[in-house]
């Protein structure tokens, strides 16, 4: 078998369902439906490798707004599969870059993911700046992926000069890792930027990626000062169900279906749940951390072990989710 078989045969395997449950979402704070926008402006750049896709805030359009680049796992270039989450991000006011960064499964291969993120990254600038587009802030670019998405976010946090983009200030890894491919990793991560602010979480039953190249990550960028470590774990409260698998981040929304059916994409639909993990954990995690960077608020929510961190919420009745555990050194 090929390793480009191997690649595609390892990030295909069969994961657990999250079951649904019948959960709201806050109405304020980090992870809250305290909108400022009431809908979104959908637009593909994708027909290749290298292309992306936009989301703009609409109703009302701002004039200005910071950029949030998402990095998609193995195969899940179809933004569908993260859309609940993309749709959150940018009704709060923000603009979603989504790289697609891969032509299919088994093209190109992981040594040019960043490359390809990197010049998404720069021909959306440039779209941006033209025309009746949001115009972008290019301080505090922030950086959020998923699985295979976590390692070239990685990479590009590093050596963001030498791929000619901005500084991000804020790289959020989400179940992050290669799996065993070697393709798309550094040798080393300790030139992380001091200053940004780094969240990498995993799940305590990742069969996946595992927490491997997470802890590695973690424990390389010590120079990092706001750098935390989340682990997630799974619970169960009587009919209610949480699992702390490698696609926890899943949300899907058919309104950005791309039309493209990679098995990723396929998993998604069969899979996706938003629940208790979206709200009050990823999504709360980096509406924080947006904050925290941009204008020092909800840090304790992001960032510090504090209790507003680990908190997953409760079960309907009121008990308590199990707590996330939490690494800052």
């Known amino acids: 078998m090929t390793k480009t078989l191997l690649i595609l045969f390892f ?20 992870g809250g439906s305290e909108y400022l926008h009431a809908s979104v402006n959908f637009q ?4 290749e490798a290298d292309g992306y896709y936009l989301f703009e805030p609409q109703q009302p359009q701002p004039d200005s707004a910071h950029i949030i680049v998402f990095f998609h796992g193995y195969g899940a ?50 779209k941006l700046s033209t025309g009746d587009h949001v115009r ?3 301080s505090n670019l922030s950086f959020v992926g998923h699985s295979f998405g976590g390692a070239i976010l990685a990479n590009l946090s590093v050596n963001y000069k030498e791929f000619g983009i901005p500084k991000p200030s804020v ?37 996946i990626v595992g927490d491997e190249f997470a802890l590695r990550v973690f424990n390389e960028a010590k120079n990092v000062k ?16 949480i699992s702390a698998e490698h696609n926890e981040v899943y949300c899907l929304l058919m309104d950005y279906d791309s039309g493209h059916r990679s098995p990723s994409a396929r998993r ?5 749940r938003t629940n208790y993990i979206d709200y009050y954990g990823y999504w709360k995690w980096f509406d924080a951390l947006l904050d925290c960077s941009r204008n020092g608020n909800y840090c304790k929510y992001a960032l510090g072990n504090t209790a507003e961190q680990r908190s997953l919420g409760c079960w309907l009745d009121g008990t308590a989710i199990k707590e996330v555990e939490v690494l800052t050194k």
């Open 268 to 272: 998604s639909m069969r899979i996706s």
């Open 226 to 241: 706001d750098r935390n470590f989340i682990r997630q774990f799974r619970d169960t409260h009587d009919d209610e169900y």
């Open 77 to 126: 270039y179809n933004p569908m599969a993260y859309g609940q989450w993309i749709e959150h991000l940018v009704r709060k006011g923000n603009i979603v870059i989504f790289p697609r960064y891969q032509k299919s499964m088994l093209s190109p291969l992981p040594s040019d993911y960043a490359n390809n993120c990197a010049i998404a990254i720069k021909d959306a600038l440039k």
């Open 171 to 207: 790289a959020m890894l989400c179940s992050p890792g290669t799996g065993f491919v070697s393709m798309g990793t550094l040798d080393s991560y300790e030139d992380m930027p001091a200053d940004i602010k780094l969240l990498i979480t995993v799940s305590e039953h990742d069969k």
């Open 136 to 138: 972008p802030k290019r």
């Open 44 to 47: 593909s750049y994708a027909e």
């Open 11 to 30: 990030f295909i395997a069969p994961l657990t369902v999250v079951f649904n449950q019948e959960i709201s979402q806050p109405m304020c704070g980090p």
